[in-house]
């Protein structure tokens, strides 16, 4: 499955971030060593699940890199232009193309691991989307200070992954109500006013479950969708403030200090002197005190045996 990264994101002066990306991609902020986008990139690149990786929004002058085929893909201005100009080019690549995986480039805890494990999750169905929650319980234990926003279903309380995966035809229907939809990514509220006041009402007074909630969106949309619980919070712990910046960098100048350690531990096993061999016995020369000495030994043992 092919991997779209959308990159576009360009903080303004009155951004939070600003100060950090310097009027610069928000992609581009440093983060324990790497651009924010390269340590996304070394999770596709490690994926066994990833084909190609299309960047949208930067060129190949930022320097970035990955294991699998990337290519670039320039910023579209919106959004909604980004995916669609990212799905088109993996159907250059493949025109037999399916399904994508799509990418925020500002979740710089991702594992390859997760990655792997989504496609092969949502691919058990056949569905047009699958959209990624984190339960409140699985962020707080994971990053207990991280402040996230959390939307408060009858059932559970929940924050949206930063990685789902689309049908190809996602990008080419609904593209009036997806705009909408995307413009209020972050006010649940009006999303499901989107959806009907009816959901909207239900929302505000947390009477609607997970799978109702699911179930009317996808009616609304005219699409088969599937919600995906993580029990993992990296991929849905994104870069919308400066906490949450420093936050994951610290978290990862942490593993990285664990890695350097056991990578040193390990190389000193590998190095360690083998032991020296025990010298050999000297054999007895005759006539020597030894020598008289044996035979003294070996004497008294015989009369022993013989009594």
């Known amino acids: 499955m092919d991997a779209i990264i959308t990159a576009g994101g360009i903080p303004r002066p009155e951004d939070p971030l600003y100060t950090y990306s310097h009027g610069d991609s928000k992609a581009l902020i440093e983060v324990a060593g790497k651009a924010m986008i390269q340590w996304v990139l070394d999770a596709l690149g490690d994926a066994k699940r990833v084909d190609n990786v299309i960047v949208v929004g930067l060129s190949s002058k930022s320097g970035v890199t990955c294991?699998?085929?990337?290519?670039?893909v320039s910023n579209q201005g919106r959004m909604l232009a980004n995916?669609?100009?990212?799905?088109?080019?993996?159907?250059?690549?493949?025109?037999k193309s399916q399904h994508v995986l799509l990418v925020?480039?500002?979740?710089?805890?991702?594992?390859?691991?997760?990655?792997?494990?989504?496609v092969d999750t949502c691919m058990e169905t056949k569905d047009d989307l699958y959209y990624g929650i984190c339960p409140r319980d699985v962020m707080e234990k994971r990053?207990?200070?991280?402040?996230?926003?959390?939307?408060?279903?009858?059932?559970?309380?929940?924050?949206?992954?930063?990685?789902?995966?689309?049908?190809?035809?996602?990008?080419?229907?609904?593209?009036?109500?997806w705009e909408s939809l995307i413009g209020s990514r972050k006010n649940a509220f009006r999303q499901a006013s989107m959806v009907g006041w009816d959901t909207a009402f239900q929302l505000a007074t947390r009477s609607i479950t997970l799978d109702d909630l699911v179930e009317k969106a996808c009616?609304?949309?005219?699409?088969?969708?599937?919600?995906?619980?993580?029990?993992?919070?990296?991929?849905?712990?994104?870069?919308?403030?400066?906490?949450?910046?420093?936050?994951l960098r610290e978290d990862l100048e942490k593993q990285q200090r664990k890695?350097?350690?056991?990578?040193?531990?390990?190389a000193k096993k590998t190095t360690k002197k083998p032991a020296k061999p025990k010298p050999e016995a000297k054999p007895i020369k005759k006539g020597s005190r030894g020598a008289k000495k044996a035979s003294t030994l070996t004497a008294r043992?015989?009369?022993k045996a013989g009594k």
Not at 85 to 94: F, R
Request: hydrophobic share 40%; with cysteine.
């Open 67 to 72: 294991k699998k085929p990337i290519y670039f």
């Open 83 to 95: 995916i669609v100009a990212g799905v088109d080019k993996a159907l250059e690549l493949n025109k």
């Open 104 to 118: 925020s480039s500002d979740i710089p805890a991702l594992k390859a691991e997760m990655v792997d494990w989504l």
């Open 143 to 177: 990053f207990p200070n991280s402040k996230r926003t959390y939307t408060k279903l009858k059932d559970i309380e929940l924050c949206g992954a930063d990685i789902n995966v689309i049908h190809v035809s996602m990008a080419t229907e609904h593209l009036d109500l």
């Open 219 to 247: 009616r609304r949309i005219g699409v088969k969708g599937r919600a995906i619980i993580w029990d993992q919070a990296e991929p849905c712990m994104d870069v919308d403030k400066p906490h949450q910046l420093e936050l």
């Open 259 to 266: 890695s350097a350690a056991k990578a040193r531990s390990a």
């Open 301 to 303: 043992t015989k009369l």
